[in-house]
């Protein structure tokens, strides 16, 4: 689908036609397309998070395929050509001879063999074609990693360790930014980005990286093109667009590999006799010798690569965005039955109507971010400790399970002290008449369910009759007096007085209620 929230975005940084199709994979055409009918119907960025492009795209046009013209070619398919040559055993001759005979059957005039690797000549001639691009100031910024690694040596065992420097430059000034780092991970290479910016103190509009995984997922052209998810986010943080250079086309950056070199001069072979035991140690010295580098006049031109920076590029960068960038690391999981997803160990909540579904995982220091179709649909601050701990928010649970979970006996008692004290006393007998209190709720749910069906006071009164008979009711008892109609009986002052009377003398942790003179006779 094309990225017209992206579109949009980028055209809000005034980035040119060209740039934008770059970056988004699509033809100028269809940037042109995107962002006229954005203009007709007064869409502009920012756009609010529930706007996604599906949305974005029937509020501008519907979808429509588009056909490209095919022209057929009087002269020999240069494109096709080029392609044979690289497989082995073939060479020109074979390839004319099949020429021959294709301009046999249409009936066209061949040319000669001379002829005919001439014009392959010319055409790879025209594809060896260079041009110079004049550059503004805090325009683009190229990014690598250095083809020879720097050493540093562990202290306790002695073994040489490889440490790999990464190396941006601003392309119009060539100003360098270069950091050593023990491998060439996801992490290394979003934290290496976040240090070039903080050192040049500001953002360039267009990020020039290579193709490396880290940064492009794959790159078959503009049609076909994606960006690494982490490192998209990253050009979104600082208001950068991300611009690969193609397959296999390093004059795409030019200055990042023309710094290699002088990197590996200045910096990696000045510091070859130097023995550094820590990461922090080689840095250190490799920001000295960097900085002499910047500093060091042109050869060819006035000035350094640090004063054309400082006067020239500096003032036009994009200010940096209050907070760094957090590193996030993209997962994929499947919701499991008990509506939990499982990431480095623990377990976390999804509304139960993802049961089953796929979901992405975005994964950070602080939070678990989980989306489907590109839409948040949970979110939970991580967990960190012993493996297995739940994050479970009660709205993600089926209604029954959210009843369920509200069962406990503080609640019970609660209820029962709303309807009396009798009520109160009744429940908390039940609740500790068992060895695990859950095994009494369902009591305790029916008893405190029959004031529906009977009357608040009715239900108080059984309760305060059951409790003259026995200290401990069970639900049953109470359940009898209110269908029996017990409940409504008046007894005069004497035959309460003496009930009361027996009640007092016969309460005993066995609950006996004849009392002791029965047993007397």
């Not at 033809?27 to 995107?34: A, D, I, Y």
């Not at 208001?239 to 710094?259: F, L, Y």
């Not at 000045?270 to 910047?294: C, P, T, V, Y």
């Amino acid at each position: 689908m094309t990225k017209y929230r992206e579109i949009i975005r980028l055209a809000s940084l005034n980035l040119s036609q060209t740039n934008i199709a770059l970056s988004c994979g699509v033809s100028k055409k269809t940037v042109n397309k995107v962002l006229k009918a954005a203009r007709e119907q007064n869409i502009s960025w920012p756009l609010n998070a529930n706007q996604t492009d599906s949305v974005i795209e029937l509020l501008l046009f519907p979808k429509a395929d588009g056909k490209q013209a095919h022209t057929n070619k009087r002269m020999p398919d240069y494109a096709y050509i080029r392609k044979e040559l690289l497989r082995n055993g073939v060479n020109k001759k074979l390839l004319w001879t099949e020429y021959l005979e294709e301009c046999r059957l249409a009936g066209d005039e061949p040319l000669m063999y001379s002829q005919f690797c001439y014009y392959i000549q010319r055409d790879e001639q025209k594809r060896r074609a260079t041009m110079h691009i004049n550059r503004k100031p805090a325009e683009q910024v190229e990014v690598d990693w250095a083809g020879d690694p720097a050493h540093i040596i562990d202290p306790d065992t002695g073994e040489i360790i490889n440490a790999y420097l990464f190396i941006g430059v601003m392309t119009y000034s060539q100003y360098p930014y270069v950091e050593a780092f023990i491998d060439e991970k996801q992490p290394s290479w979003i934290a290496a980005h976040v240090h070039m910016y903080e050192y040049f103190g500001g953002v360039a509009k267009i990020l020039v990286p290579d193709n490396c995984r880290t940064a492009v997922d794959h790159n078959r052209g503009w049609k076909d093109q994606r960006i690494n998810t982490v490192y998209q986010e990253l050009a979104e943080h600082y208001g950068t667009a991300v611009i690969p250079a193609r397959v296999r086309a390093p004059k795409d950056k030019p200055n990042a590999e023309g710094c290699v070199g002088n990197i590996s001069t200045w910096i990696t072979a000045a510091l070859r006799d130097e023995q550094f035991f820590s990461l922090g140690e080689l840095n250190q010295a490799i920001r000295q010798k960097l900085e002499g580098f910047s500093r060091r006049p042109f050869q060819k031109k006035e000035g350094s690569r640090y004063e054309i920076f400082r006067d020239e590029e500096l003032p036009l960068l994009a200010p940096l965005p209050v907070a760094r960038y957090e590193l996030a690391e993209w997962k994929q999981a499947t919701v499991q039955f008990n509506y939990h997803i499982s990431c480095a160990g623990m377990l976390y909540s999804v509304p139960h109507e993802y049961i089953k579904r796929k979901v992405d995982v975005r994964v950070t220091d602080k939070t678990i971010e989980l989306f489907y179709n590109n839409n948040r649909i949970a979110s939970h601050r991580r967990l960190y400790g012993r493996k297995g701990q739940y994050s479970t928010i009660t709205e993600h649970m089926p209604v029954s399970h959210q009843q369920y979970l509200e069962w406990n006996g503080d609640r019970f008692r609660k209820w029962a002290e709303r309807i009396g004290n009798n009520t109160y006393r009744v429940i908390d007998g039940i609740l500790i008449s068992k060895r695990v209190e859950q095994q009494s709720y369902r009591s305790c749910m029916g008893l405190l369910k029959l004031a529906d069906k009977y009357s608040v006071d009715r239900l108080e009164a059984a309760c305060k009759r059951a409790l003259s008979f026995t200290a401990t009711p069970s639900y049953k008892s109470i359940k009898n007096i209110l269908d029996t109609g017990n409940d409504k009986v008046v007894t005069t002052d004497k035959s309460q007085k003496v009930a009361e009377q027996s009640t007092a003398s016969t309460q005993n942790i066995h609950a006996l209620t004849r009392g002791a003179d029965y047993y007397r006779r």
